[in-house]
């Protein structure tokens, strides 16, 4: 398969999570790589939820091997982190359930194993600002990726595509908080997982060609319904054991805003820089 289009593109951006939780239950969840540009050089990180690294045993991060700048596809490397919960830097909001990792580490870490990684960055210039918020409708297509339930393509290492719409307008924050509302399928495992909104028209917010989706959030909770006319949002959990018996999920995700990843990776490199 040759990496020849955004959506080919999309499928690199996700690593998978898998762990080992404190009550000795499996799960797994979703992680992506963003690009960040400062004034001191591109740094790369990986992004996921704050409530897939806490209480977790151990875990580990499922990367697709590269030859020769290219992909491998099938060939799984998966680099397992000492003190899981302990290396990842947490959003200095508790509120905000986003937690990153930098890249280059791992990177490190994988090369001294004679592997050379393969993924994709999301860029973070792909954040739409207050002004293209604003311009976007109270229905867009959304588009997110990852690994709903646990289900993947083990054989070739392939995340899932899934799509929705928005269900709550994004010039808005969903209940005062910098989220929002999706309508679509958000199962376990699909925590973490990106958010894009698909633009048909590549200019229509000042964007260069070639760009043709906005990257909107992160996935991190999911409505249920317990009883007649009572709903919560739980995060979504790692696996279906979170789950409370008896209980429907409704097909409404919380999306975290995106522009929360750019503050957690400022707030890294702030204090990096210190």
């Known amino acids: 398969m040759e990496i020849n ?18 009550d000795g239950s499996e799960g797994s969840g979703t992680a992506f790589v963003v690009s960040h540009a400062n004034a001191h050089g591109t740094h790369t990180f990986i992004v996921t939820n704050r409530h897939l690294v806490d209480g977790v045993r151990r875990g580990g991060l499922v990367f697709t091997q590269k030859r020769h700048g290219r992909p491998l596809l099938g060939q799984r490397f998966q680099l397992n982190i000492d003190d899981f919960p302990q290396a990842w830097y947490l959003h200095p909001d508790p509120a905000v359930d986003l937690a990153i990792i930098p890249m280059r580490p791992l990177e490190q870490a994988a090369n001294q194993q004679g592997v050379e990684l393969y993924y994709q960055v999301i860029d973070t210039r792909l ?3 207050e002004e293209a918020t604003r311009a976007l409708d109270a229905l867009e297509e959304v588009l997110f990726v990852g690994y709903p339930s646990g289900v993947w393509d083990q054989v070739n290492l392939m995340p899932i595509l899934r799509r929705g719409t928005t269900a709550t307008p994004m010039a808005l924050d969903f209940e005062g908080r910098a989220e929002f509302l999706i309508d679509a399928a958000v199962y376990p495992g699909s925590s973490g997982s990106p ?10 917010f000042g964007q260069s060609a070639g760009r043709h989706f906005l990257f909107v959030g992160v996935v991190a909770a999911v409505f249920f319904r317990e009883e007649a006319n ?4 739980l995060p979504v959990p790692a696996n279906n054991h979170g789950l409370v018996m008896g209980s429907e999920m409704i097909d ?8 929360a990843v750019v503050e957690v990776v400022e707030h890294y490199l702030r204090q ?3």
């Open 230 to 233: 009572h709903l919560v949002s």
């Open 195 to 204: 958010v894009f909104v698909y633009l048909p028209d590549v200019h229509r």
């Open 252 to 259: 409404l995700g919380l999306v975290i805003k995106s522009k």
């Open 5 to 22: 289009s955004t959506t080919k593109r999309l499928l690199f951006n996700t690593i998978r999570v898998d762990t080992v939780l404190d």
């Open 127 to 129: 954040v739409p600002n």
């Open 272 to 274: 990096w820089a210190q």
